[in-house]
């Protein structure tokens, strides 16, 4: 079982940053893949970043090509987005989520088992 819980959700005016954290326990982060998803009101949950296992290959959502960035700290069992030049179409609830992945190379997982509870983000000026 893995426990993600998310933080750095709030509001913030256009062209702003936001960097959200994921932080995990119960199992060690390494062994899953990350992504990050998020849920506008009305609207279904889409997929935003993902990353690796060992980090070193991400993918993006068209939306957010460019302006957001995954990253992720083993070490400190942690994955992070980081939202620059923000819109107010990202505003949205953001859910971190984790996958099993057995190719430690792959931003693709299978599938996401475990995910967070989710932390909002508003851009509005």
């Known amino acids: 079982q893995v426990q993600l819980v998310e933080s750095g959700g709030g509001l913030v005016q256009p062209g702003g940053s936001l960097r959200l954290s994921c932080a995990a326990s119960?199992?060690?982060?390494?062994?899953?893949?990350m992504g990050w998803f998020r849920q506008a009101p009305g609207k279904e949950r889409e997929f935003v970043a993902a990353?690796?296992?060992?980090?070193?290959?991400?993918y993006y959502a068209n939306s957010v090509k460019g302006r957001f960035t995954i990253s992720r700290d083993n070490t400190r069992n942690t994955v992070y987005l980081q939202m620059n030049s923000l819109k107010p179409e990202d505003t949205a609830i953001y859910y971190c989520?984790?996958?099993?992945?057995?190719?430690?190379?792959?931003?693709?997982?299978?599938?996401?088992?475990?995910w967070g509870q989710g932390t909002q983000v508003t851009v509005s000026s």
């Open positions: 119960g199992r060690t982060l390494s062994s899953y893949a």
């Open positions: 990353i690796s296992r060992n980090g070193g290959n991400t």
């Open positions: 989520a984790a996958g099993p992945s057995s190719n430690s190379d792959s931003a693709r997982p299978p599938r996401y088992d475990y």
